[in-house]
């Protein structure tokens, strides 16, 4: 990981970018909910322009249409992201009626903050359950099972409701050749909303101190076959 | 930690599939203390072999590109990494039908069999799960397959480890190559320093910026080629392998699928080219995947999945069928298509073999290396040759531009005489301005703008009438004018005025300069001064590396006269050769002189209204050359021929080219001059006449005698490729170069056809023509003899066919038409006593 020279933002020169593992699960949560149960999925993203190729990656495996509220690029910290989605989503409720349910990654995979999905739920005035492994639902209810220690938390909550889920909720599918190109035909709302005053600011990244691990080569070929055995055996597993 | 020596014979820089071919070869060859460096992890250090999709066409119109192929094959199989799958190039359109006739031609010429045009039903048998309804055919190849190629790579390392000959260190980087006396002599690297007189540069997309560390340029450039990944197939589930149905090339939208175990590849040329810099390509530390497989880019692709749904509903359209895995990876591209090997024109002892794909790789690696340990390969690689490079061709804006434009040509349809849009209008003659005024069809050569007919010489047709030969078929048609004939016609009657600024001319001088030239060419050049010599130049096995004109204007001092297209190769080759005492330099005057060239029979009346010098017969004798006074420009005039008329080289300062060009202008009026294009003198003059040209008759993989070219005695100084010569002279020839003519232009459909050069001769029944060292029988060079009226062709035939009269075949779009063989050996077709060029 490479920081650029000012230790503000990641040098992302080199790097594609992708749906973090947890939303991708909630997006892929939302496709199966509606192919089962009927209805709408929209996909919701605050980000660059760029940010346009992620909402065409979740239309591509089956959300109907898109919300990009789009921003200049810089660093939006989690209350003015969650401030603006509130907003995005209330126009959108007022006009159709609220959505019976909103997931979001628990946390998002760079800044790692927890907290937007929490601020939109209070935003919102709904019930929220976070860290969801598995998602069902019930009527006008909807059950969340959280992974604990030992064993599982369930939550039913009435919908509408915020849920906050986790990677391995579900297996994400590969879009399919049609389903991209339906997605290249899906509609994109964009908006570009503006930035509440940030009470939190980033001072700088850094990136930590190596965690000492290393690999270390046995062999190759059949000759490595003694080091591999002798490892399992000091490891335990042999 | 470091197990580098510090002393090598060769390194050779990055393990890819060339880097590891080059190092084995050398090695097989008898080389020892090589040493193979890559800064990557092995066996896939991050490059372009990392991620290559590994399968491999065998036809190619380029005969080079094809050898080369076929080469890598034969290693590949010989690994027991080859994977026979077949391969079907489909056609969409009518022009990609005609377009596939001439791959069957070409793979006739270059000996690739079996291949046959199949019907959209077969294409479906061979190709379960095709659209047969959208393609017309298809040709296809059952020798195409798939290779390991980290494993080949691995494979060929191993082998040269285990022969003690290889020292092999991954992650190890080149930090410097350090040039002295422009000879490279140590390689700089994270694991120590290397002294070696011998670097080659197999870095793929990064040899750009290792050969700059040595001052030196590879013109290449990094640019994208998506592909995606689709699967699983249902059809494909419990694939044994990783093929098991032939690939098929897309043509027409420029893609193609393929198997891949469980999966179907999807890849594309069709996308908008998307270059970088090497500069662009990130450390492996900061690479997303490899160094050499960027972010895939979904817009670029949008078209070409529509083409892949097209094709392969089945698949492409299934749901279940997802995306698996999409890059956009990163290859090399260079301005003219071709490789860049050979050793760097800018530092001695600094080789080059970049820009080689998988399917080229191997036998690039052994072509590179059979050069650099016997000084040729067997396969003649002049259009790759590094040193083909002029200069403006080695700059960033002309490789993008170029590599751009080819791009989307990769499964193009690309007429053999199909100029270049980009980065024109480089080089102009000092009258382009009259010649743009005459309305000049421009070709470029060698970057310089040359007319090859004039729009304003249109009076000439109806002059000659029937006699200028015109073609219906649009593809003979394109990039060809009735003109050049009528041109020809005019130069024949009269007199013709050619632009030759083209020419590449370089001087040699000084105390050591007959030594120089002598030891490079088959011809005598101790010849008195005021001579112009014609010659041959061999490779060390007596095959043509070129052949070009030498003037001598002094005592010490002789003037290179040759083409644009072989000009730079031809400059290294003579400096290479120069006496390491100093005692000759060389000179290029490429951009100092420009030439005129002045034929026909009113040549000498025209020159004489221009000038007071004597330039008679007696006065001016062919194969003299000497300066006279055209009024106030002083020219280099050399009596000599390429057209077979009487006429002269006129050699000015180019800042007074447009004086001289006006000057005969204005004394040819009267005599009916007409201005000529390069038609007439690359084609139909040098036809007619049977004169070779270098690239199309004169290869490395010919000899003198072949060719018909040896003189009655060989000069007694040495030369290169001399002992080769004297052993050719002894033995009978495998094959002569022969001059065929068309005796029925007449296709089934009833339009006359006209061939263009590279197509099979074959026995009247069809049959191939092959001589005894193996060599296909092909249309060396093919045009017009608007005088002889014929359409002619030549070809190197094996000697029970090189006899006068014999009745052959040449195969032409999908057709035979019977060709008749008019000159065994290079007795000129028209007037064979040279008469007109003596007179």
Redesign the interface.
Known sequence: M?LAADSMSL?T?????TISPHEECGVEEAVRLIEASGGESVVLTLGPIEAA?QL?DAMAIGIDRAIHLQTDGGEWDPESTAAAIVDAVGAEESASGPFDLIFFGNESADAGGFQVGLRVARGLGRPAVTGVKKVTVEGTSVRCEQEVDGGRDVYVVPMPAVVTVKEGLNLP?????????RA?RKPVAVSAPARTQARLELERLVVPAGQGRRAELLGSGPSAAPAVVEMMRRIGVA | MSNLPAHARAVVIGCGIVGNSVAYHLCRLGWRDVVLLDKGPLPNPGGSTGHASNFIYLVDHSKEMTALTVESVNQYKEMGVFTQSGGVEVARTKERMQELTRRMASAAAWGIEPVSLVSPAVVKDLVPFINETIILGGFYTPGVGVVDSLRAGTIMRDRAQASGALTVAAKTEVLGIDVKDGHVRCVRTTAGDIEADTVVITCGVWSPRVARMAGARIPLTPAVHQMIDVGPVPRFAGAKGDIEVPIVRDMDTNMYERQAGGDLEIGSYAHRPILYDPEDIPPIERAALSPTEFPFTQPDFELQMQHALELVPEIVGDERVGVKYAINGILSLTPDGMPVLGESPDVKGLWSAAAVWVKEGPGTGKALAEWMVHGESEIDLHSSDIARFHEHQKTRSHVRARAAEGFNKTYGIVHPSEQWASNRNVRLAPFHGRERELGAMFFEAAGWERPMWYESNAPLLEEFGDRVNRRTAEWESRWWSPLINAEHLAMRERAGLFDLSAFTIFDITGPGALGAVQAVTLRQMDVPAGRNVYTPVLSPSGGFKSDLTIMRLGDEHFRVVTGGAAGMSDKKWFADHLPADGTAQLFDMTSAMTTIGLWGPRARDILAAATADDVSNEGFKFGACRTIDVDTVRVLASRISYVGDLGWELYVPIDQGLKLWDMLWEAGRPFGMAACGIGVYGTTGRLEKCYRAHGNELETEYNVVEAGMQAPRVKSEDFVGREAHLRHREEAPAAVLCTLTVDDHKSKSGEKRYMLGREPILRRDGAPVVDRKGRRSYVTSAGAGPSVGKHILMSYLPPEHATLGGELSVQYMGERYPVTVAVVGSTPLFDPENTRIRS
């Open positions: 490479v040098e020169r080199h790097l594609g970018f190729e065409r599918r590969y879009p399919s050749v049609p389903g991209r190109m290249g």
